[in-house]
């Protein structure tokens, strides 16, 4: 029998591999092969063994972009231009003062806050500065009012240019915070594997 | 007082006590999802391992790998002196937390 026939599949582990650190990435690697061919193919056979081991595979994808240097940096470059473009929003509605402008202020100086406390706990290993629920619960809204933003602007009679970018923006910061800050490990807990 | 262990870290440090000199992270895996009765991730489980040897609650070593691994090494862990520590703190604290109360349910039967 050829080895491959046994083992996991090659571009899993590949696939494994490249998301760890080099650190613990060999050691992991091992310990889940180790338990592929002893317990899981022997008990559930092939189809049902290389679930289980995609799904522990996945269950590093949310460490990996934590971890990711680019992601850190994607999310901070993200994090400093939505926070310019909150201070200019709420410094606008200061000089045009349209009615309910207070209200819309602090919304956007509230998101601005959220930027600059996504780049410290990202800064900051490990992030200490705002818990992670708080976090997800901001990367949730500027999805949320993002996407509202974006959809608001659309069927306006007028197209706004600058709404169109500040609400991908808000979006796409909203995701990478999800991605990179969301959860420390044990909130996640693995509900899904095995 | 240092911060409570959660479950899931205390779940951890007690599989690595109880496997002894054979913990490593498939065994410590098996012995958190027997311990939970749930399915666990490797993910978790490898996240919370180094989050905790980060703050000085377990140490590990690297040792040679076997065939089935590929040769890959294993990495076999201890809980540390602060790990003790702070699984003692946690039973203290939830032993005086539980102490004197009766649930409804309880009550009844």
Known sequence: ?194 | MADLLGTFEQSVLLSILSLGEDAYGRAILNGVQESLKRNVSAGAVYSTLERMEASGLVRSKLAAGTAVRGGRARRYYTVAAAGRRALSETRRALKAIWENVKLPAEQRS
């Open chain 1, 1 to 194: 029998m050829k080895e491959t026939a046994k083992t996991p599949p090659r571009w899993m582990e590949s696939l494994l591999e490249r998301l760890l650190p080099a650190h613990t990435g060999e050691q992991i690697v091992g310990d889940l092969r180790e338990e592929y061919i002893e317990s899981m193919l022997p008990q559930r056979g092939r189809l049902r063994a290389n679930l289980w081991y995609a799904r522990h595979a996945l269950s590093f994808l949310p460490c990996a972009f934590r971890q990711s240097r680019a992601m850190g940096m994607l999310l901070i470059c993200t994090s400093i231009f939505t926070m310019i473009c909150m201070g200019w929003l709420a410094f606008m509605e200061v000089v045009l003062r349209h009615p309910g402008y207070e209200s819309r202020m602090a919304l956007e100086l509230a998101f601005a806050v959220s930027c600059l406390a996504a780049m410290l706990a990202r800064r900051l290993t490990p992030p200490r500065i705002v818990s992670g629920k708080y976090l997800r619960a901001g990367g949730l809204l500027m999805i949320l009012f993002g996407a509202l933003a974006f959809l608001e602007n659309v069927r306006a009679v007028h197209f706004e240019g600058y709404i169109f970018v500040i609400s991908l923006s808000l979006m796409a910061q909203g995701i990478l915070t999800l991605l990179t800050l969301g959860g420390s490990g044990e909130s996640a807990s693995g509900q899904s594997a095995k």
